[in-house]
């Protein structure tokens, strides 16, 4: 039987970046006792008045169709919350979605074709070569160096631009790095993309889990980059609801208006008491995000603490999100290599760098998502097991 290319395009982007992680779900399953630092999944709940308010939608009827759009109250919500930043956005700049996952999918196939480039900094999150695979465009990786704390440089961009690239996509904060742009390099990032013509989507998710001192900056907010530009984002990390799955995309409204069609063909909606919640999510402050932030701030401080010292295993410090990355090539294994080897030996799931582009391939991601307690005790065995392989290494020698 025939399919059509994008299977092919995506036969090795889909759920094998996550293979060290399915299995260490199959361990647990069967009674092993794993500590799971893999995937950016909150370990607090939602606050229980966004849930009650779901609940209130839900059986008061708000279970019926919505439109392509939007529900009004989610679309004044977001009116609200990005007027603080950009005073010229009204409903038209924005559109609704099931999660950032889906409103990426969504932005990319309005942007690219097969054939195009989309420039993108690597390390990456682990879905977006295949976002940008299933429109038949091509990934421009563009080196995010460690020395520069993973921070995109212009003049990095500039040398990576190709004569096909037509999108750069952003991400700020950063995952897995937990690189935080500033204001500056945002600028001097759009000017690049002025001259070149480029579109800008900046995913940012983890927007309200930047740690103290670092302020937020983005593309969206410059008004000489807001015809360029398209946010996506949703409430799965700020507010610990990553299974609700809401999300939406900002940007010119004469994009919105183009994207709309392609959304009301793959979605015609989203859910209706999911955007209710949504929508007192974003017009009341919460104490969720502050609580996980402190979380993981204290956290990365913890494993860098670990390793103080270490000629094994560095510690790479987020400025935000809920990962740290660790490099572990001194032992002399790639991430791939000795996330398996922790997770056989040491019973500590993590995921390899491989997953995240060929820059991360000498390190390791692991999640801030558990208790100081388990994570200080899964350091441990990530040291131990860092000295075990030196030494093994050497009586072989």
Not at 117 to 134: C, F, M, R
Not at 234 to 239: E, V
Not at 294 to 317: C, D, H, Q, T, W
Not at 327 to 342: R, S
Request: proline letters at 6%.
């Amino acid at each position: 039987m025939r399919y059509a290319s994008i299977t092919d395009r995506l036969a090795h982007l889909g759920s094998g970046r996550w293979a060290v992680h399915l299995a260490a779900r199959r361990m647990k399953a069967a009674g092993e006792e794993i500590i799971e630092l893999t995937i950016g999944e909150p370990d607090v709940a939602p606050d229980k008045a966004l849930l009650d308010e779901a609940a209130r939608a839900m059986y008061a009827g708000r279970t019926r169709y919505s439109n392509g759009r939007g529900e009004p109250s989610i679309l004044e919500a977001l009116v609200r919350k990005y007027s603080k930043r950009r005073p010229d956005v009204t409903e038209k700049n924005f559109l609704c979605f099931p999660g950032t996952q889906t409103a990426l999918y969504s932005v990319m196939t309005g942007l690219a074709d097969a054939g195009d480039g989309v420039l993108v900094g690597d390390p990456l999150y682990a879905t977006y070569e295949g976002v940008i695979a299933s429109t038949g465009a091509h990934m421009i990786p563009v080196p995010l160096r460690p020395e520069r704390k993973f921070h995109l440089q212009a003049e990095d961009l500039e040398r990576a631009i190709t004569p096909e690239a037509r999108v750069l996509l952003l991400n700020t904060p950063h995952n897995p790095t937990g690189a935080v742009l500033t204001a500056t390099e945002i600028a001097a990032i759009g000017e690049v993309c002025g001259r070149h013509d480029l579109w800008i989507v900046c995913d940012e998710v983890y927007e309200q889990l930047i740690f103290e001192g670092t302020p937020f900056a983005s593309p969206f907010d410059i008004p000489e980059l807001a015809e360029r530009t398209i946010v996506v984002s949703s409430i799965s990390k700020s507010h610990a609801a990553p299974g609700f799955r809401s999300g939406w995309a900002a940007g010119p409204e004469e994009f919105c208006e183009k994207l709309l069609p392609v959304s009301e063909t793959m979605l015609f909606g989203v859910q209706p008491f999911i955007s209710d919640m949504t929508a007192m999510a974003l017009s009341q402050h919460f104490e969720t995000a502050d609580v996980m932030r402190k979380n993981y701030r204290r956290r990365a401080e913890i494993v860098e603490k670990a390793f103080a010292g270490s000629n094994l295993i560095k510690p790479m410090p987020p400025e935000g999100g809920m990962f740290v990355l660790l490099d572990v090539t001194a032992t002399g294994l790639n991430g791939e290599e000795f996330a398996w080897e922790l997770l056989h030996q040491e019973k500590v799931a993590v995921m390899p760098g491989t997953s995240f582009g060929d820059q991360a391939a000498g390190f390791l991601r692991v999640s801030l998502t558990v208790p100081e307690d388990v994570l200080a005790v899964a350091m441990g065995r990530v040291g131990e097991l860092a000295g075990r392989l030196v030494s093994l290494k050497e009586k072989r020698a």
